[in-house]
């Protein structure tokens, strides 16, 4: 062994010191790496090695009270393997035999001449060189052993044949494959049984491609362990060539990457989850550059996550301009956990656009290596809900400015809007409607209502059949009476939201609409009396123009008859006026043509020159929400005075408004000027000879009686055109 630079510590024990000194002497000259010690007895020499370190021991056999023998087998105890060397004077063949089997290094006998200084010296360096070689392998041996131990897989000695016959395992055998190293080493069972059938084929070329090019390969490939579950495992292997005609084996290491390949693949799922998100997600460095973006980012910069990565972010300066200091930096130096809110301004390519920002720490190992960054555009949503509060401010507003109370509850009886009328109105307190609570609400209405259990039957039957709509007068306690409405609150999308309520103090207007009756049954009494007391005088002037024709002939008689006649319809006509005036007690779903044809069939009776019309859509089915008899008088009115201004063979059409809030009737007669359209509507008033001017009163107050208006103008065909309008078609 070359021991360039090393010092042997060699401890010589002879109970003669001239000797001792001499030979460490010549020792020292024959080799300037020995470093020689020396006792004159076996106690000092123990009393030195139990202090100091010595690589070798020379010792003579025949000494005072311990032998070289008995001084070895004291060393053997307490120094173990340490360099032995019996160098005696005294030789003999049982002295030899007894020195060996106490585990002697070397025997040597002393000699006259300088070789056998040389041969000792010879037989240190090597009884050395040996013991740190093979301290050294041990030391390598247990490092590789340890390494082995440790290492999360196995290593391996395989022959380079199909079936990968094993010759050596080491490692984590059995955790690994669910086979013992005896299993593989005894060809019970070879690694090309354990490979998983669909790898096979595909890892055999693989291997042999690489060794051919490099004589050395790594592969990835599943396994089937003893118990059958599914492995991943991760192999790097090399050529060792074989000896004469033997295969070539191979020499590697196996480790286990299942927990590897399913971290990975959820980091892979995680990285598409990341880069498939529709938001913008990122890790800033600490200077605030893109360190990693996904694909949302990337595209709402109009680049590639490549070429976005390591450029400056244009969010990161106004997030910092709102605030005082630098809160980027906070978050990097730990003072702040969090920094979150929204960002609008100008952004490259989008115009203005509004963000919505969460920042925070990226620590790793307890040390903030970055930022991480998620944002997404509210821009859209912003301007959405700037858009449904500005409604709701409208409809608050609106709410407010009528007359009428207007409560509105969800599908969860929960209140969701009402207006101060309301509160007003049925004087409730208001910590009650802003709790949200309908049924408290309602118990606090029924406790002022006059018949409170009339009124709680009728909220339940409502309720039961939620797609109602209903109006009812409803009487309270304090002698008020309240208009109520209410009907089902529908979406868009058809589905049902909750249900509004309407309150209208009417209590003024009830008591008007009884004075109205009251005064319409006087009127009604009186056109009957006026009616009745006249029709007796004309009969008797009738019966007298009858017996004057027969007497005489005169042109008087005619006028005469003419102003009977007249006076006939004048009295007819007022006790209609009367009648139609009386308010409507109930209506109805009226089909409208129907009803058409028939005040047509009536008044054009004999005039089969004039012809009535539809407009284009008139063929469908029209509903319309009337007092039947009132709408048939409304157009026998309008047909009548169409027939006697347009003369003989005029068209009338019928129609709906084009914004569906009525209909219309028009002539091709000769119209009504312009300044004469708001009178024709007055009583009495009449352009024709023998009219009595009641027609259009009638019509208009029909109209008035339903709620709706009339008006007049021309017609498309220089005629009148009369029209209806607050009319309510049901569906």
């Known amino acids: 062994m070359d021991f360039a630079g090393e010092t042997v510590r060699v401890l010589h024990v002879d109970d003669n010191s001239d000797l001792v000194d001499v030979t460490a002497t010549v020792l020292e000259h024959e080799d300037d790496r020995l470093c020689i010690e020396t006792a004159t007895s076996v106690d000092s020499a123990i009393e030195r090695l139990s202090v100091e370190r010595f690589d070798c021991i020379v010792s003579d056999y025949d000494m005072p009270g311990q032998n070289g023998i008995e001084f070895l087998e004291t060393v053997r105890e307490d120094h173990g393997d340490l360099p032995f060397i019996l160098y005696t004077g005294k030789g003999s063949e049982e002295i030899a035999s007894d020195a060996i089997s106490a585990g002697v290094t070397d025997y040597l006998q002393k000699g006259s001449g300088t070789e056998q200084y040389k041969l000792l010296a010879n037989r240190i360096c090597n009884a050395v060189g040996a013991r740190r070689s093979r301290r050294e392998l041990d030391e390598r041996t247990r490092r590789l052993e340890s390494l082995i131990s440790s290492l999360p897989g196995m290593v391996y000695r395989r022959l380079n044949a199909p079936d990968w016959p094993m010759e050596t395992v080491e490692g984590e055998i059995e955790p690994l494959t669910g086979y013992t190293a005896a299993d593989f080493e005894t060809g019970e069972v070879a ?27 790594e592969v990835t490939y599943r396994i089937i362990t003893n118990n059958g579950t599914e492995k991943w495992m991760w192999e790097h292997g090399h050529r060792v060539p ?105 952004f490259p390519g989008h115009g203005y656009e509004v963000l919505e920002y969460r920042l925070t720490p990226l620590v790793i190992d307890g040390t903030v290596e970055g930022v991480v960054g998620v944002t997404r555009e509210v821009t859209e949503q912003r301007e959405h809900e700037m858009e449904i509060a500005r409604q709701r401010s409208v409809l608050k507003a609106q709410q407010e400015a009528v007359i009428d109370g207007i409560l509105v509850v969800d599908e969860d009886d929960t209140i969701v809007s009402y207006n101060e009328r309301f509160v007003d109105m049925w004087d409730i307190p208001r910590d009650i409607v802003e709790r949200g609570d309908e049924e408290v609400a ?95 005088p004309l009969q008797v002037a009738r019966s007298r123009l009858m017996l004057a024709r027969e007497e005489c002939d005169s042109v008087h008689l005619d006028s005469l008859d003419n102003a ?20 409507i007690e109930v209506t109805e779903p009226v089909d409208f043509r129907e009803t058409t044809d028939a005040a047509w069939k009536i008044v054009a009776d004999g005039d089969e020159a004039a ?23 409304l ?4 047909f009548g005075n169409a027939i006697e201004h347009g003369g003989p063979g005029v068209t009338v059409t019928v129609g709906l408004l084009d914004d569906g809030t009525g209909f219309y009737v028009s002539d091709d007669g000769p119209g009504i000027p312009a300044d004469e359209r708001e009178k024709v509507f007055e009583a009495g008033y009449s352009t024709a000879e023998d009219g009595t001017g009641f027609g259009l009163r009638i019509a208009r107050q029909i109209a008035e009686i339903h709620g709706w208006e009339i008006r007049v103008t021309d017609s498309e065909d220089g005629g009148a055109r009369f029209e209806i309008t607050g009319v309510e078609f049901p569906e």
């Open 635 to 638: 157009f026998e009115n309008l």
């Open 442 to 536: 309602l118990g606090w209405a029924m406790e002022q209502v006059a018949e409170p259990e009339a009124f709680r039957v009728d909220v339940e039957a409502l309720y039961e059949h939620p797609e109602m709509t209903a109006r009812d007068e409803l009487e309270l306690a304090d002698g008020r009476v309240f208009d109520r409405y209410t009907a089902p609150v529908i979406a868009e999308d058809g589905t049902r939201f909750g249900r509004l309520w309407t309150f209208r103090d009417i209590t003024d207007l009830t008591e008007q609409k009884r004075e109205l009756a009251r005064q319409n049954e006087r009127l009604e009494e009186f056109a009957g009396v006026v009616s009745h007391d006249l029709q007796n």
């Open 611 to 633: 012809e009535l019309r539809y407009a284009a859509d008139g063929n469908r089915e029209w509903i319309v929400e009337a007092d039947s008899d009132r709408l048939s008088g």
């Open 242 to 346: 074989g000896e004469a005609d033997e295969p070539d084996a191979l020499e590697g290491f196996i480790m286990d990457i299942t927990d590897l390949r399913e971290r990975e693949r959820k980091l892979e799922r995680y990285k598409r989850m990341v880069n498939t998100m529709p938001e913008s997600a990122c890790i800033y460095d600490t200077e605030g550059r893109f360190d990693l973006v996904n694909e949302y980012l990337a595209s709402f910069y109009g680049s590639t996550r490549e070429e976005l990565e390591g450029e400056p972010s244009s969010l990161l300066p106004k997030i910092r301009s709102e605030y005082e200091g630098d809160p980027y930096q906070d978050l990097i130096d730990g003072e702040r956990d969090e920094l979150r809110g929204e960002v609008s301004g100008e």
């Open 564 to 583: 009977l006649q007249r006076m006939n319809d004048i009295a007819d006509n007022v006790l209609r006026l009367a009648r139609e005036g009386v308010d």
């Open 191 to 217: 690694w090309g049984d354990v490979l998983h059938p669909e790898e096979r084929d595909r890892i055999w070329e693989t291997v042999q491609d690489a060794l051919a090019a490099q004589d050395e390969f």
